[in-house]
């Protein structure tokens, strides 16, 4: 499975952006999005269930950031409001073959190469 971020860039504090993830190569159970900001270790943001689209979000984005997928163009897409300087990090699209703990990042098989996103106070 390949994955392909877009969207990513610099905004000011409050605005939006939307970040895109296409999947190519095969299938999986779930896909989600990860970020790694400068000195701090990765952490999980929110993922869905490919099938059931069951969403899962850390407790920091929810009510400001939307994830959502087209099953039928394979891409995963993550909405991101009210956007804090906080959320400044290289997102991560991941992909996962199999249901289980969508927060942990070892149960993810396929990564994207990242994109980055800068919010500005």
């Known amino acids: 499975v390949q994955l392909v971020e877009s969207g990513g860039g610099s905004v000011q504090a409050g605005g939006s952006l939307r970040l895109s993830c296409a999947a190519s190569?095969?299938?999986?159970?779930?896909m989600g999005w990860f970020r790694q900001a400068p000195g701090k270790e990765q952490e999980f943001v929110t993922a869905i269930a490919w099938s059931t689209g069951t969403t899962y979000y850390v407790n920091s984005v929810k009510g400001r950031f939307t994830i959502s997928r087209d099953n039928a163009k394979d891409t995963m897409y993550l909405q991101m409001n009210s956007l804090k300087p906080e959320d400044t990090a290289v997102y991560y699209c991941?992909?996962?073959?199999?249901?289980?703990?969508?927060?942990?990042?070892?149960?993810?098989?396929?990564w994207g190469q990242g994109t980055q996103v800068t919010v500005s106070s």
């Open positions: 190569g095969g299938t999986f159970h779930g």
């Open positions: 991941a992909a996962r073959n199999y249901g289980g703990n969508y927060y942990r990042r070892g149960e993810y098989s396929y």
